[in-house]
Structures are given as structure tokens and as C-alpha cells.
């Protein structure tokens, strides 16, 4: 090869370098979302102790959003605490004080909704989705167990466009309350057993924290009422193969006395969902 073959060579080398390095850089994606709208969608139910501070940690949050709050019958005071708010809110006010006695609770982004008679989880989510107006869903229950904070990193792959579907796993590694052994035998049982049945590989099927595009639940009735609803939408998700995501976040469990609900039945009623919602809708 000459000095001049080489010299084009060269050239045409560093073009294909700099093309590729370009290529590389680009970071516009045509499925990405600009400042989308969340609809977190709040679950609630005899939570009187912990439902101001999870609002004031979700209002906390720098996203545009809208805050769906579904009361499934409290029989605590949670639901007076809630019609309180609403009242306050439909008169135009801008906060309502906190019954915990800390900061009064921002009234704008919220919106409320009341069940009755008492139903379930899966059904007040049901009712949450129905009244949701973002382009991204997300699910935050009214404990203390799921931490806001971690919004950013649940909400990235969808808003970059990389994903339909994002569930915040408990078990990759990130900060938590050491909690009950055989609850996370459990979880990773029920877990292992979704994943067989969907061709998943998911870490952590009974998530609290599910966020999705809006679209991806158009297509989706969901019938549990109670917390069949996490093996259900998995494998409703898995049939329709939309892009799943799972990220690391952090996790505070309670204890029974704390106010923790979930049971070993419904354990058996999950295991239920998955054979039932394999073979059929």
C-alpha cells in the first residue's frame, strides 16, 4: 500500500470512526417521553397514622404529576382525614393541616375518590387506573414501606423510552429493613413460580412499586380484587410482551403491629392467580 492508498485509508477510517462515535452520542429516542405527566395512584386503607407523611413525600417529589387517592372503606378516621382534604380542596383551599401535627398537606395535585362497601386493593388500583390522565402510572401504597425517593429511578426507563413497564425490585440490592425470613421465602417462591409460568426473569413479582405506560393498561381488565392483582398483571403484561424493566430501590417493611396486612391466604390466593391467569383471562 502507497502513501496516498494509505492516507485514504486513514481517512476513511476516521470517517468511519467519527460516524459511529456520532452515532454513539445520540441520545434522542423517538419512544421517549418529554415532561410526561405520573399518576401515582395511592391504594388506601386504615393508614391514619402514615397517610400525611407518604402525601408530603409524594408531593415532595420534582415531577409533573397528579395524585390519585383511593380510600377503600378506612374505618380508622384515615377516610375522615381524606373527606377533610377533599372538602377543604373543593373550597378552594390550597392545603389542609396535617392530623400528625407536622407540615399541612399541599391540596393542588391531589385528587380523592371514596369506595364503599370495602374491596380490595386490586379493586381501589382498578378504580385508580380508570381516573388516571398521565402518561405514566405508577402504584404507591399508603405505608411507609416504599420510598418516593426512588421515583427517579423507576421513572428513567420509561421516560428514555426503553421501557412499557418498570418494577422496582426489593431484592437487587438496594438499602432495607431487615424484615420477616419466611415473608421473603415467600416472595421469591411466588416469584420463581410467575416466572415460570410468564418466561420472565423477574426478581420481585409482589412489588409494590409497578409503573407503566398508560397505554400498556388500555389493554388490560383487571379482575382481583385483593392482592391477586400483582401475578395478575404480571402475566397479563407478559401475553401482550411489552418491554419490562427491573431497577433496584430501597424498602422499609413493617411489622404486624406496625400495621402490615398481607397474610399467608393471601399467599394462596396469589398462588391461585398465577396457575389461573397462565391459562386463562
Avoid at 107 to 112: K, M, T, V
Avoid at 266 to 279: E, N, P, S, T
Wanted: include cysteine; charged fraction near 30%.
Amino acid at each position: 500500500m502507497d502513501s496516498a492508498e494509505y492516507c485514504a485509508f486513514t481517512r476513511y477510517g476516521l470517517h468511519r470512526y467519527n460516524l459511529s462515535t456520532s452515532m454513539a452520542r445520540q441520545r434522542h429516542n423517538p419512544a421517549a417521553l418529554d415532561n410526561p405527566k405520573i399518576s401515582v395512584v395511592i391504594p388506601v386503607y386504615n393508614e391514619k397514622s402514615t397517610i400525611d407523611e407518604i402525601l408530603r413525600r409524594v408531593l415532595d417529589t420534582e415531577i409533573r404529576k397528579e395524585v390519585i387517592i383511593v380510600d377503600d372503606c378506612s374505618t380508622d378516621g384515615t377516610r375522615q382525614i381524606l373527606e377533610n382534604m377533599a372538602a377543604r380542596q373543593a373550597n378552594g383551599e390550597a392545603t389542609a393541616p396535617a392530623q400528625d401535627g407536622n407540615d399541612a398537606i399541599e391540596l393542588r395535585d391531589l385528587r380523592f375518590f371514596f369506595q364503599t362497601p370495602n374491596q380490595g386493593k386490586g379493586a381501589a388500583l382498578r378504580r385508580g387506573f380508570a381516573q388516571a390522565t398521565g402518561e405514566i402510572v405508577l402504584v404507591q401504597d399508603a405505608d411507609l414501606e416504599y420510598d418516593p425517593r426512588d421515583y427517579a429511578v423507576l421513572l428513567e426507563p420509561l421516560i428514555e423510552g426503553r421501557a412499557d413497564v418498570v418494577y422496582g425490585s426489593r431484592f437487587l440490592g438496594g438499602p432495607q429493613r431487615v424484615h420477616y425470613f419466611w415473608h421473603y421465602v415467600a416472595n421469591k417462591l411466588l416469584t420463581l413460580l410467575s416466572d415460570i409460568s410468564t418466561n420472565l426473569k423477574l426478581t420481585d413479582m409482589e412489588t409494590c412499586y409497578k409503573v407503566f405506560r398508560r397505554e400498556v393498561l388500555k389493554g388490560i381488565d383487571i379482575k382481583s380484587n385483593r392482592f391477586g392483582f400483582e401475578p395478575e398483571i404480571t402475566a397479563k403484561i407478559a401475553k401482550h410482551r411489552w418491554r419490562i424493566y427491573e431497577v433496584p430501590i430501597s424498602y422499609a417493611g413493617r411489622t404486624y403491629e406496625e400495621g402490615k396486612k398481607i397474610t399467608w391466604k393471601d399467599g394462596v390466593q396469589a398462588l391461585w392467580c398465577i396457575v389461573r391467569y397462565k391459562f386463562g383471562d
